[in-house]
Structure formats: C-alpha cells, structure tokens
Antibody, heavy 121, light 107 residues
Framework: QVQLQESGPGLVKPSETLSLTCTVSGYSLSSGYYWGWIRQPPGKGLEWIANIHHSGTINYNPSLKSRVTISVDTSKNQFSLKLSSVTAADTAVYYC??????????????WGQGTLVTVSS | EVVLTQSPGTLSLSAGERATLSCRANQSVSSSFLAWYQQKPGQTPRLLIYGASSRATGIPDRFSGTGSGTDFTLTITRLEPEDFAVYYCQHLTRSWTFGQGTKVEIK
C-alpha cells in the first residue's frame, strides 16, 4: 500500500522560501512513475505545481516555474518542493501525489493527506 | 498549454436528480489522460473516472464519464446525499492541468 506524507513548516514569512518534503512508503521512487505537488488555497480549486520522475525529468507549471524547484532523493525515498519569494497568495494546502500510468491511461492514484502552509509575518 | 474550463461553476440540484458536468479543453486532448475527481470539504480528492470513461475501483455506476477531443462530461444519474461535493476534471500528460471545479450543491 503506497502512502505519501508531507512534512515541512506550517508558517513561512513573506519573501522567504517554502520547503516541503514528501516521504513515500510502500513503493520505491526508483521503480518509476511521476511524483508531484498540487496545492489548494483555502476555499479555492486545485493547482498543479510540478512533477518529477526518478530519472530526473521535471515539469513545472509555467505560472510558477520561475519560483519552483522540485527534486528527488531516491536514497531516502523522498521528493521535495521549494517555492521561493512567497506571498500570501501562496497560502494553501499542499499535497504530494503519485501519477499512476498503465499502458493506456494515467491518473493520480495516491495523495498525501495535505499540509497547510500559511504565508504570514 | 492545455486549459480546462468546467461548467457550470455551481449546480443546484435535489437528491435523485441527474447532474451533468462539463469539462472543455482549449485544444484537442487524448481521452486517455482525462480524469475526474470528487472532493468533499476537508478531504483529499477522490478519483472517480480515468481515461475519460472508466470508473475507478469502488465508484458506483451512477457515475459515468463520456467525451473526446475537447468536450468531456461527467454524469451522475441519480444524486445521492453523499454526492454533493466539488468535482474536478484533470488532464495529465507532462503537465497536470485541472479545471476550476464544479460545485454540486443541495437545492
């Protein structure tokens, strides 16, 4: 059973860098699939941030690309997110997820529980 | 870049009624990578439909997905009380784009 768990500070000051880590259990990141981050501001919709494959292939949301870094540490079975120069607009629940793909389709089949990050001084 | 537009923003219906939710892409997309999720307050999204029309494990058959190209539809044939929630479509290739969501609320 695959489980994902986000960790990181729940409060970040404006202009600073938000850093989150997702620890994966029940599946080795080195075995495949894409892993990513999705966020949801309070009362709003879902926004994809970035995804990464253990091989190093990375995709970023163009609207956030200049501020986002995603990375993977297969030795710890973790992947991480850094979002720089945060503002109040970055306040959201941040989810780490796995994109499952078969031969014919792809979808997100596993979500972390989500972690609320508030940007405030 | 794929942009998904969901309509309506809010759907006010009664239990037992039929719900029809639309997801429109700004360019033709492969139905293989079109998914629908349900989200209730305080919960993580739940996969309903993948490949535009395949129900995920455990999803009741009152939920169905159709469509191709730029137009996709999620239909709930007879709303149950637990179906009142927000529904998102998503296209997943290199980018994982979401629609803005449709809230199905009790009338």
């Amino acid at each position: 059973q695959v489980q994902l768990q986000e960790s990181g500070p729940g409060l970040v000051k404006p202009s600073e860098t938000l850093s989150l880590t997702c620890t994966v259990s029940g599946y080795s990141l080195s075995s495949g699939y894409y892993w990513g981050w999705i966020r949801q501001p309070p009362g709003k919709g879902l926004e994809w941030i970035a995804n990464i494959h253990h091989s190093g292939t990375i995709n970023y949301n163009p609207s956030l690309k200049s501020r986002v870094t995603i990375s993977v540490d297969t030795s710890k079975n973790q992947f991480s997110l850094k979002l720089s120069s945060v503002t109040a607009a970055d306040t959201a629940v941040y989810y780490c997820v796995r994109r499952y793909c078969s031969a014919v389709t792809c979808y997100i089949d596993n979500w972390g529980q989500g972690t609320l990050v508030t940007v405030s001084s | 870049e794929v942009v998904l537009t969901q309509s309506p923003g809010t759907l006010s219906l009664s239990a037992g009624e039929r719900a029809t939710l639309s997801c429109r892409a700004n360019q033709s997309v492969s139905s293989s990578f079109l998914a629908w999720y349900q989200q209730k307050p305080g919960q993580t999204p739940r996969l309903l439909i993948y490949g535009a029309s395949s129900r995920a494990t455990g999803i009741p058959d009152r939920f169905s997905g159709t469509g191709s190209g730029t137009d996709f539809t999620l239909t709930i044939t007879r709303l149950e009380p637990e179906d009142f929630a927000v529904y998102y479509c998503q296209h997943l290739t290199r980018s994982w784009t979401f629609g803005q969501g449709t809230k199905v609320e009790i009338k």
